[in-house]
């Protein structure tokens, strides 16, 4: 029998992830071409890295920090304007 964490988690996971972000991504898709879009994929993981400091308690490094500079300034070259040649 799945205790009160599992069950937690698993609502979480039903209506946080499941429900909501998908609707989320899938409005910003009627706005955003995809292939902008795409590349906040990356932001996941810092989400989840933050995440875990918020809920669990787990220190965030300097290497984190680094790491999400690097994110931002790739979402940013990705993002920005293209000059005409």
Known sequence: V???VALASLAYQTVWV???TFLLWYVLMKSYP???LSAFTFV?????VAAGD????EPISVTFAVAVAFVIAGLFLVNRP???A
């Open 2 to 4: 799945p205790g009160p």
């Open 18 to 20: 499941v429900g909501i």
């Open 34 to 36: 995809a292939s902008k």
């Open 44 to 48: 996941t993981p810092l989400f989840g």
């Open 54 to 57: 918020l809920v669990l308690g």
């Open 82 to 84: 293209r000059r005409e």
